[in-house]
């Protein structure tokens, strides 16, 4: 599936917490001057500085888009169950394994097949040219960090427990920028990905660290969302994902691509009013702006998401 390159998308966004926000570093100093529970840190401009891993995004990403699928009736199958482990190995044929995957492992990747989906690391003002005024200023907010205290609670009497007193850092202002991209994606798991961070932003959905205690609300806001697929096979009007492209361009050998894979069909959807594609070298190439993006993710959760539920409500999968 991923031998050649039929269609890309690039989801350019950033992320601002609306409260406290900690993802948690697994290292713990001797410094007790330092907060027991610390925010991972990278190096930015050459500083140490917060950021927002892209694994713990796409952590996140990956179990609410579980929630979702399975809530409108789609099997999905665990991603260490033992019967997948019996049926694939490392031998096994990529079309063999894509047929046998359920819809989250072939939008995130399973044990057997690898991901569609990348999530970049999210970095204070990371879409700013590096030195600006504007990353400057997004890297002191981010690491103008606060210091909380905390309690731990005996579960079993119900009080505090004794000497677990603690205390944690969380990032509470800036703005981090990020980017996720797809490959040969169906728009069906173009529509799962804007749900997501549809939920992630309205607050039905947070991000790091004791969410319980009201940490990791964020607020998402998109930059802009680019589409490109192989230039002269998408008709005039339309957005197509791979399961069409895939009948039009199949592999050598295989005339019937999306049997051997297994894509869903009625992969297209008409465009919305003021988008259109324009030839850019190989790629017809679709630029959606974040004042027309809700009008495209409609279309795309009216059409192809609401007839890929349809078509795979009876299915199962061996992963």
């Known amino acids: 599936m991923f031998a050649r390159q039929i269609n890309q ?47 713990s995004l796409k952590g996140v990403m990956r179990s609410h888009a579980e929630r979702l699928l399975t809530s409108a ?47 970049t690391d999210l970095l204070p003002g990371g879409s700013s040219p590096s030195g600006s005024p504007d990353r400057q200023q997004q890297l002191e907010l981010a690491n103008a ?46 529509a799962l990905v804007l749900l997501v961070l549809r939920d992630l932003g309205e607050g039905f959905l947070q991000l790091g660290s004791s969410t319980s205690r009201g940490h990791g609300f964020v607020a998402v806001e998109h930059r802009s969302l680019v589409i490109e697929s192989r230039r002269g096979l998408t008709p005039a009007g339309q957005l197509v994902g791979a399961g069409f492209l895939e009948r039009l361009m199949p592999p050598p050998g295989n005339k019937d691509a999306n049997k051997g894979y297994d894509l869903f069909g009625d992969d297209s959807v008409t465009l919305p009013a003021k988008l259109e594609l324009r030839p850019k070298l190989a790629w017809d190439r679709l630029v959606v702006p974040a004042t027309h993006l809700d009008d495209l993710a409609e279309s795309l959760v009216e059409g192809p998401w609401t007839k890929f539920l349809k078509q795979a409500e009876d299915k199962t999968w061996a992963a």
């Open 9 to 55: 998308i690039r989801i350019d966004f950033s992320i601002t917490p609306q409260g406290p926000l900690l993802i948690r570093s697994g290292w713990q100093g001797a410094d007790p001057t330092r907060a027991q529970l610390e925010c991972v840190r990278t190096a930015v401009d050459g500083q140490p500085s917060v950021y927002i891993p892209g694994s």
């Open 73 to 119: 009736g789609l099997k999905i199958t665990p991603t260490f169950d033992k019967n997948a482990q019996s049926v694939f190995n490392q031998k096994t044929a990529g079309d063999v394994a894509h047929r046998g995957t359920c819809p989250l492992g072939r939008t995130f990747g399973s044990l057997h097949l690898k991901s569609r989906l990348a999530v």
């Open 145 to 190: 960090v606060e210091l909380r205290n905390g309690v731990a609670i005996d579960r079993l009497l119900g009080s505090a427990a004794g000497g677990a007193l603690f205390d944690r850092e969380a990032v509470v202002q800036g703005r981090f920028d990020g980017r996720i991209v797809l490959r040969n994606a169906q728009l069906y798991q173009l």
